[in-house]
């Protein structure tokens, strides 16, 4: 994956289980981290950014330009995206087409994700991500174990932690197995990073 003049999309996960806590201090706040230290580390690359739920929006198209990154990067939170779900099928789509306005050499998708609560079929574009070349970089974050309680804010300012409509606590995993797959059918790679290892090594 190495190489300089590489253009990357960062597909990034806002869905309400990355706010689970067992990557501290959230899921999020992680994957936000992870980004800004690699945007920091490869400075001869572009990136842009795509941030979904249950819908995705380019936040921002490629760009060398650092400073706007991190601040739509800084700004971005679980409200960024009205729709709730993890539609990964819809985010892999509006990266393969912003694509498609960019010339440039080398392409690949980052995607930062739990895998939680998947929705849609990646299949027709991850075909298309093959036969295009275009290897996608699944950063699992999360446990897989599954001991993500997903604490949320209410009105107040109280903090609280999701229940489903039965009243109980909604736990969430890292869906690893799924990721893994994803990655291989596109002859990306898939890493999960950590708090003690974050692996960013490996995509610089």
Excluded at 57 to 84: A, H, M, V
Excluded at 87 to 109: P, R, S, V, W
Excluded at 163 to 174: A, C, F, M, P, T
Aim: aromatic share 6%; charged share 25%.
């Amino acid at each position: 994956f190495s190489g300089r003049g590489r253009d990357i999309l960062v597909v990034l996960d806002v869905s309400r289980s990355m706010m689970s806590q067992d990557v501290l201090p959230s899921r999020l706040d992680h994957a936000k981290w992870f980004l800004k230290k690699l945007m920091e580390e490869t400075p001869g690359d572009r990136y842009g950014l795509i941030a979904f739920a249950g819908a995705s929006f380019l936040e921002c198209p490629l760009t060398g330009d650092r400073t706007s990154l991190f601040q739509l990067l800084g700004e971005i939170n679980t409200e960024s995206i009205p729709i709730g779900g993890t539609n990964i099928e819809k985010a892999l789509q509006t990266a393969m087409d912003a694509f498609k306005a960019a010339a440039g050499g080398y392409k690949a998708i980052i995607l930062v994700t739990d895998g939680d609560e998947l929705q849609g079929n990646s299949e027709k574009v991850l075909a298309e991500m093959r036969s295009s070349k275009v290897p996608l970089m699944v950063v699992g974050i999360g446990d897989p174990k599954g001991n993500g309680m997903i604490q949320l804010t209410n009105a107040n300012g109280k903090k609280t932690f999701m229940r489903d409509n039965q009243g109980n606590l909604v736990i969430s995993k890292l869906n690893e197995p799924q990721l893994k797959k994803m990655a291989q059918e596109t002859n990306g790679l898939y890493i999960r990073s950590t708090t003690t290892d974050p692996m960013l090594s490996v995509l610089k």
